[in-house]
């Protein structure tokens, strides 16, 4: 999955609402074509013509969201970008294997199973009435939370 900025992209807000969105996406993708990935390669553009790339292994393989989103932020925390102008960014899946080949562990956390079962209604409201319907609030109102702030940015004006 790829994302081109219109324009060099120094700020943080706009940079995660691209990761974002590259998530969404290839967890769909994933989940549609029955596949979970092992790891994830995430690769910086920078005005100027430079590349950063770094690939990490999820801890289990997955096709999760959540999964993939936590992943997506520590690579682009690992990237410690400070004045990047970026121009584009692409997010990978690698290493992949069949779902059904992929161990389901019992989990205690209510929280995350809660979020896999509404990931999985809203991937039956994205094959009715299309991949662009709903998604993650954040994205509907430019809004993204960041490793550091965790919660919305309420109040940010573009």
């Known amino acids: 999955m790829r994302h081109r900025f219109e ?23 994933l989940r549609r074509r ?4 092992r790891a994830l390669t995430l690769q910086l553009a920078f005005a100027g013509g430079g590349q950063w790339e770094k690939i990490r292994r999820l801890v289990e393989p997955s096709a999760h969201e959540d999964d993939l989103r936590t992943l997506a932020y520590q690579l682009m925390d690992a990237a410690g970008l400070q004045r990047g102008r970026l121009t584009g960014i692409t997010l990978r899946d690698e290493d992949l294997l069949d779902a059904d080949q992929v161990a389901e562990q019992i989990s205690l956390d209510a929280g995350r199973e809660a ?14 009435f299309g991949p662009g319907v709903i998604g993650p609030a954040a994205l509907r109102v430019g809004l ?12 940010r004006h573009r």
């Open 7 to 29: 324009r060099h992209v120094l700020d943080g807000v706009d940079v995660r609402a691209a990761l974002l969105t590259l998530v969404v996406d290839l967890g769909l993708l």
């Open 34 to 37: 029955g596949h979970a990935a």
């Open 115 to 128: 979020r896999l079962v509404a990931e999985r209604a809203v991937d039956r409201v994205r094959e009715k």
């Open 144 to 155: 993204v939370a960041t490793a550091a702030d965790p919660g919305p940015r309420a109040g």
